[in-house]
């Protein structure tokens, strides 16, 4: 592979910086991240990984979002949603999270090369579907790890034994407004995907829009949501069931998409 260098550099540094993040985070040093230089060290990553992935996904002048460059491409959409969100939130702890997990997106392709080409026939609609799926995936990426993380601080602050690496974090109100914030775009990004996926599917897929599980598990997920933001509006639904909400939708978004592509290509080699 002509970009095995590039690929192991990439995963270098992402993981360098995962280290350095961490040992921050774990001896109280994080906001020496927040405003020091090194907080901006994480473009030279993700600018690599955008340079790989954009030969991965449009390699031969096809359209190859198998599964393997999907994974890859949502964790470097969350990583650059962190960063862009470090500028006008204290995230960075939650940032240092991720890195680990961009690392190893970054080099999937280069362990696992696939080719399943969508099309050759790049249309506005299409590329403007696929990156509101892939926004769309990438937020309730970032809202589950919010979810997680309000629920495992929240259980270890009443059991008053918050480790170090999580006692840098930002306050649970904070994390929960972020958390709603997050889950209020990606739902505007799922309904986009949903509606230009029925709308346009003969340009899009060639063929008559189709009710089948996909877009069945798409519904349910975009339903959970709604539910999920009309409570906290009206109803002020908040920590436990915020939380329980936000990791159901996620996972019938997960068996819409990603749960799909691995019968496909894992079990049935299609």
Known sequence: MSNL??????????????????RAQSTGNIDVINRGMIGHAVLLPLVLHAYLLYGNLFSGG?????????????????????WVARFFYPIVSLQTLVLPLAAG??????????????????????????????????????AVLHASL????????????????????????TMETLLFRIIGAGFVLLTLTLVSGVVFSDQLFGKPWQFNHKMLFGLIS????????????????????????????????????LGTKFVLEVLLHR
Request: positive net charge.
């Open 62 to 82: 096809d359209l190859n979002l198998g599964l393997i460059n999907a994974l890859s491409l949502i964790l470097w959409l969350t990583m650059l949603v962190y």
């Open 105 to 142: 997106g970054a080099l999937l392709p280069a362990l696992f090369p696939a080719a399943h080409p969508l099309t050759n026939n790049l249309s506005f609609v299409l590329e403007a579907h696929i990156l509101a799926a892939m926004l769309a995936y990438s937020l309730f990426t970032i």
């Open 222 to 257: 975009w339903c959970v949501f709604a539910v999920l933001l009309l409570g906290h509006h009206y109803q002020g639904w908040r920590g436990r069931t915020a939380v329980r909400w936000t990791m159901s939708g996620f996972i019938f978004l997960l068996l819409a998409y």
């Open 150 to 173: 309000m629920s495992l601080v929240e259980k270890r602050l009443h059991q008053a034994t918050l480790p170090r690496v999580l006692q840098g974090l930002p306050p649970l109100l």
């Open 5 to 22: 260098p590039l690929y192991v550099i990439t995963f270098l540094a992402y993981s360098v910086l995962a280290v350095y993040f961490w």
